[in-house]
């Protein structure tokens, strides 16, 4: 028998209250208790829910019955959907939007209209719309006013942090719903921030697979023997949480926070060549930057925005008065070759260095800069002493590399950071630089990091938080 009016009423009205509820008894679903903790979390006026997960645990299934159950059970209900490619967008969340809503009774089902790109409750003023998150598309998240508003936004840590830059009003709207999900693979951007410096604004949730039904026991079996339960592939496909070093990052967050912890330079540093790295740039965000390393020691020297190629010359001399360094290296590509050409007049021993140029190694390196980098890891590996920075901090862990059909390491390039939504790593850059050549010291010497620049481990998180 066909329910009554007065019958739906109070169904919905009970149902508003309990997204779980809705889930059950209109979408046929069985929530696992981590499905459960989300709805459950996201049922109110305002709420902002990261989840980080592992494979197969039911993240983009819980984001679709959320999204139905909120254009169903609340009036002008809007939910924006969005993830960071076409493929994870409608080959994954669509896909269980239209899953579920195929489930449905048929009461249910008649209520919608489903599209390519979005999903309409007939005689209503709900619509829930897709719309992929790249960075040629900063408005993804922009331009959506609705009494009530629930962003979706899946693999949310592969969304650029421009497109978040840009709908940073509407997401901050006081009774805007965020809901976040993802597989953690990066340290950067917006969606690590949620879980770390942005926390107080988040309700943060984590999916791991150990803890799922929906997950084959044998998953995290085959994972662990593959890569260990200590590697990060075991981290962010098995457990939701975040790698040490990122999944495709050349350098583990743990390295530069070790490196940036310590206070003492091994003694026989007097006994090590002092080295400039310079990396210039000139118009645009980027920066020119300067890093001074002598032996397991480094420290920025400048990192400044729109210096020509005379002003950063003129800079660079200035401060080689001081440190009498053994060898200078700049990358000489674009504006850096004037910077070069000046520097090499002054007497300086002074080297241009092309990222893209022929590496020593070139059996093992795509090129020089790749070549550099890996260096500079090793370097990182034997326990060196840092400049407690957050900047020169981001810039080392936001490369990412991978191996070529060849066998080569290919370090990623500031062209695909910049898709990314990450700035280019001119510090990292410019410490990398010192690892072109082998350099010998002239004469001993004893290196000393100006006061204001050394931390205790208790005064660096301080300067972090």
């Known amino acids: 028998m066909a329910a009554s009016k007065g019958q739906i009423v109070a169904a919905l009205r009970k149902y508003r209250r309990d997204p779980v509820l809705f889930a059950r008894k209109v979408l046929h679903l069985d929530p696992t208790p981590q499905q ?19 494979h197969g645990t039911g993240k983009s299934t819980a984001l679709a019955a959320t999204g139905i159950w909120f254009v169903s059970t609340h009036r002008d209900a809007l939910v924006p959907c969005t993830a960071p490619t076409a493929h994870q967008l ?46 040629e598309n900063p408005d993804a998240l922009q331009g959506f006013h609705a009494p009530n508003i629930l962003f979706e936004i899946d693999e949310a840590a592969g969304v650029p ?25 990066r340290l ?22 150990l803890e799922s039904s929906l997950v084959d026991p044998s998953y995290p079996r085959d994972i662990a023997a593959e890569y260990g339960e200590d590697s990060d592939m075991y981290r962010v496909r098995v457990l939701g949480d975040f790698p040490k070093g990122g999944l495709f990052n050349l350098i583990s967050l743990d390295l530069v926070d070790a490196a940036m912890s310590r206070i003492e330079s091994p003694s026989y540093e007097s006994t090590a060549p002092r080295i400039i790295g310079v990396d210039p740039a000139w118009l645009g965000s980027d920066r020119s930057a300067a890093v001074l390393r002598q032996g397991m020691s480094a420290r920025i020297l400048f990192r400044e925005r729109g210096l020509n190629t005379d002003r950063l010359a003129q800079l660079i001399a200035h401060r080689a008065e001081s440190i009498d360094p053994d060898a200078i290296f700049v990358d000489q590509t674009g504006v850096g070759a004037g910077v070069y050409d000046q520097l090499a007049k002054t007497g300086l021993n002074v080297f241009g260095i092309a990222f893209s140029q022929s590496p020593v190694e070139p059996e093992r390196f795509v090129n020089k800069r790749a070549e550099m980098w890996w260096k500079m890891r090793e370097w990182m590996e034997r326990g060196p002493v840092l400049e407690a920075n957050q900047e020169l901090r981001t ?24 898709k990314r939504g990450l700035a280019s790593p001119d510090l990292g850059d410019a410490l990398a630089l010192t690892f072109a050549m082998n350099v010998n010291a002239r004469h001993e010497r004893q290196f000393v990091m100006e006061p204001s620049e050394q931390y205790s481990p208790y005064e660096w998180m301080k300067r972090r938080e």
């Open 90 to 135: 409608e080959d994954v969340l669509w896909r269980e939007y239209r899953r579920l809503i195929g489930n449905m009774n048929a009461y249910w089902r008649d209520q919608f209209i489903v599209n390519a790109d979005r999903i309409t409750r007939k005689n209503s003023n709900c619509l829930i719309v897709a719309r992929t998150a790249r960075k």
């Open 36 to 54: 459960q903790e989300f709805m459950n979390e996201i049922a109110f006026p305002g709420a902002k829910v990261c989840v980080r997960s592992g």
């Open 161 to 185: 942090d421009g497109i978040f830059e840009v709908a940073q009003g509407a997401l901050s709207t006081p009774s805007a719903r965020v809901a976040m999900a993802a597989n953690p693979t």
């Open 395 to 418: 810039d080392l862990i936001a490369p990412e590399y991978f191996t070529t059909d060849a066998g080569k390491i290919q370090l990623e390039s500031k062209k695909d950071m910049r």
């Open 188 to 209: 950067t951007g917006y969606f690590h921030r949620a879980f770390n410096g942005s926390r107080a604004l988040w309700k943060c949730l984590q999916f791991s697979c």
